[in-house]
């Protein structure tokens, strides 16, 4: 991990949990795996912020402890990865995904898990459906039943998933009552690396819940936070027959329904919107037989396909081989064919998509940061992949000056590559070729490395902004508060406006200057999570393959 | 290298046949890169729409939602000079802090919450480590009663049993926090002899030896 994403790991933990998990974490991320008293003693932050801050850390997976490591008996230690701290960045997306999916319970369940970490089912299911009653009209309320569906329907389709019991290290735990491990886990032995969810067998298995009744509403309807519901969730202390399994949002899953729509909306904007309807159905019939990190789907016959297609497209057949013929020919090859029984066999091509999506990333990039001419350049690289100089000015049909120019310049952003071939052994510059490249995959996980570097810049500007205007704000908010006060004790107009005016026209100007430049901020670091997403998995495809 | 004049034809071959002729050449650098530099380009505007408006609102309202969690720990060192409006609010959020309590299947023994804890947690926590079991019974039944009238604290009794099944490890935690405090005092002593030398830094430094010189 490098240096710009433990600074952004930092900024997001700051944001999230505070200082005092921030310093350990960071301190985590630098130095590798560490116990407890390692960590109290290089933090130099008391044993029990240190143990509260790691309690918080591990509850949101962003931290996994192993004990034994050095031989039975030794500490147990804490390791934490860039990964899952990154994903923060991501939560938005998660859950903006989740309500298109399954609407407002779907988009709540998320919500929920992601801000406390994991949770159980009955009281996630419960805190959701306080919250759904809240917002419903005065007399409705929302069914736990109907909760629950949701949930499972979330975790049928691997959305959520269990988090792994722990791993017993000692036997002799007498403090922790047996009975409420998962049953039916089977007991991982010490030596095993580190399990990942879906290593147990139970990963997506619902529970049998015991939840009737209705989301309650809200009393004193002052704040109405859900602070106040988790708090009354617990209050009621009846078991519903789930205690001890707790779920998690299942990342992977939600990253590739990411990688689908991105192949899906390329396809959309490449071609036109009924071949993405294709491609869609092909991948909605492959989810389930390939495996998540396979380079292209299972391959399938035209006729499958063409059964599978929803019948309100419209597509007749012989339309559909021509549209599967369109997009095999397409230079980014979305779609391959892999065989010509059943009227043509054909496959999506993930890993070649996400490279040619990354490859497109980088173009541009190029184009607006260094102009067309430069693009041209550097496309006309990409696909000769090594050219002199001289045949560079000849095929971009750029003048020799000019093209010079770009190319050194890109050369020192470090976005074209030089490669000296020597005709002699002694390098000497005339008897040399000076071959100019592009290296794609370098290059992209160079460019990851900047958008790293660019949300993080991004969020200290966000908090310098909203810090140079501290005063203005906590005014603004006091006289909110005062006026929701006074309103709820239903004080005259005259009152309110009188409270009102205590915040000047410039000042409300300040503070729409204010809310714009940090709406802007967060947009941004939004959209650049977008790149960051497919750069990564354009990556982590790579990885994978050689 | 040697026997070549200093800084004349530093190259072995003619500069010429690089394509880089007199004239050419960029203009050396003075200092480091501005902070801000000027772009060539205009960046192009963010996208606009009803999806970003949406995951923008989530992302202020999640980050204003875990700021309020007792997941969110700060340093307790809000001993503020002068007591401010905006103190309640901290009380509020502080009282916060100590309801959480997670589910310690999850986590490894040694991160539960010591028995005794003088110095970190004032308030509500360190009474009831005074209390005996039966007594501490007593008091939660009456506890429950006004938790239902004013919205009181309901986790105590978890805590309380928490804190006896961490007996076991407390030993070495004391030990730790010993520890720890000898940490505190080496770094006072080191901070004060810095300071002390930090007065004479200004008279014999090498930076004003240069600036003499070379007037």
């Known amino acids: 991990m490098s240096a710009q994403e433990v600074r952004l790991c930092g900024l997001l933990l700051q944001e999230h949990f505070g200082e005092v998990v921030e310093k350990v974490g960071t301190h985590l991320l630098k130095s590798g795996a560490q116990n407890l008293r390692m960590l109290i003693h290089e933090t130099g932050i008391s044993l029990d912020l240190v143990k509260k801050s790691l309690c918080v850390l591990v509850q949101h997976g962003a931290c996994v402890f192993t004990s034994g490591r050095k031989g039975p008996g030794s500490p147990t230690e804490y390791r934490t990865g860039c990964d899952r701290i990154l994903r923060i960045l991501r939560y938005p997306r998660y859950i903006y995904t989740a309500k298109t999916l399954y609407g407002d319970t779907g988009e709540l369940i998320i919500e929920e898990l992601l801000q406390r970490g994991h949770m159980t089912m009955s009281s996630t299911v419960k805190t959701v459906a306080d919250r759904l009653t809240q917002n419903m009209e005065e007399g409705r309320s929302m069914d736990y039943n109907e909760v629950s569906n949701a949930f499972s329907k979330l975790v049928e389709t691997h959305f959520l998933q269990r988090c792994p019991p722990m791993v017993k290290a000692r036997p002799k735990d007498s403090a922790t009552p047996a009975a409420p491990l998962i049953p039916g886990a089977p007991a991982a032995p010490v030596s095993t690396p580190l399990p990942t969810p879906e290593s147990f067998p139970d990963c997506y298995k619902v529970p049998h819940v015991t939840l009737a009744g209705r989301g309650k509403r809200q009393l004193s309807s002052e704040d109405g936070d859900d602070q106040k519901n988790a708090k009354k969730a617990k209050m009621d202390s009846q078991t519903h027959g789930d205690e001890g399994i707790c779920w998690q949002v299942n990342f992977e899953r939600f990253h590739l329904h990411f990688r689908d729509q991105a192949i899906i909306s390329a396809v959309a904007n490449k071609l036109d919107q009924t071949s993405s309807e294709i491609v869609r159905t092909m991948l909605r019939m492959s989810e389930v037989t390939t495996s998540p990190t396979a380079t292209c789907t299972k391959p399938l016959s035209a006729n499958e396909i063409f059964r599978s297609l929803p019948t309100s497209y419209n597509i007749l057949r012989p339309i559909l081989d021509q549209y599967l013929t369109l997009l095999v020919d397409d230079p980014m090859e979305f779609v391959g064919k892999a065989g010509e029984s059943g009227g043509g066999m054909y496959v999506v091509n993930m890993h070649r998509a996400l490279a040619n999506l990354a490859r497109a990333t980088l173009e541009s990039v190029v184009q607006e940061r260094f102009g067309s001419r430069s693009a041209r350049i550097f496309r006309l690289l990409l696909r000769k992949r090594h050219l002199e100089q001289k045949q560079v000015e000849d095929f971009a049909m750029i003048p020799a000056k000019e093209a010079k120019d770009m190319l050194y310049t890109l050369l020192s952003q470090n976005l074209v590559q030089l490669q000296e071939i020597p005709k002699t052994p002694d390098y000497a510059p005339s008897r040399t070729f000076y071959l100019y490249t592009v290296n794609q995959l370098p290059t992209a996980r160079m460019l990851l490395q900047n958008c790293y570097k660019t949300v993080a810049n991004l969020i200290e500007r966000r908090l310098y902004e909203s810090k140079e205007s501290k005063r203005l704000l906590e005014k603004s908010q006091r006289i909110e508060a005062i006026l929701a006060s006074l309103q709820a004790s239903g004080a005259e107009p005259e009152q309110l406006t009188e409270v009102e005016e205590m915040i000047t026209a410039p000042e409300k100007q300040q503070l729409e200057a204010l809310r714009l430049h940090i709406n802007k901020l967060d947009s941004a670091e939004n959209q650049v999570d977008e790149t960051i997403f497919l750069i990564e998995s354009y990556v982590s495809s790579t990885a994978s393959t050689s | ?215």
Not at chain 2, 34 to 41: A, C, E, H, M, V
Request: net charge negative.
């Open chain 2, 1 to 215: 290298m040697a026997g070549r004049g200093r800084g004349v034809g530093a190259f072995t071959f003619n500069i010429e046949a690089l394509g880089i002729g007199r004239g050419s050449m960029p203009d050396a650098r003075v200092g480091p890169n501005p902070l801000f530099p000027n772009i060539d380009f205009k960046p192009v505007p963010l996208k606009r729409g009803e999806e970003e408006e949406y995951m923008l609102a989530l992302k202020q309202e999640m980050r204003g939602t875990m700021q309020q969690l007792p997941h969110h720990i700060k340093f307790p060192n809000n001993k503020a000079e002068v007591e401010r409006y905006t103190e309640r609010y901290l009380k509020q959020s502080q009282i916060d802090d100590a309801n959480w309590t997670p589910d310690w299947n999850f986590l490894p023994k040694e991160l539960m919450p010591q028995k005794k804890k003088p110095l970190v947690k004032p308030g509500p926590k360190k009474k009831t480590v005074k209390i005996s079991q039966k007594d501490s019974e007593a008091m939660l039944s009456k506890l429950d009663e006004l938790a239902k009238k004013d919205d009181g604290n309901p986790e105590k009794s978890d805590e309380e049993t928490e804190k006896k099944k961490g007996n076991e490890e407390e030993e070495e935690e004391i030990e730790a926090e010993e520890y720890e405090e000898e940490d505190v005092e080496e770094e006072n002593d080191y901070i004060d002899s810095y300071f002390d030398n930090g007065e004479e830094f200004g008279a014999g430094s090498d930076e004003n030896m240069d600036a003499e010189a070379t007037y």
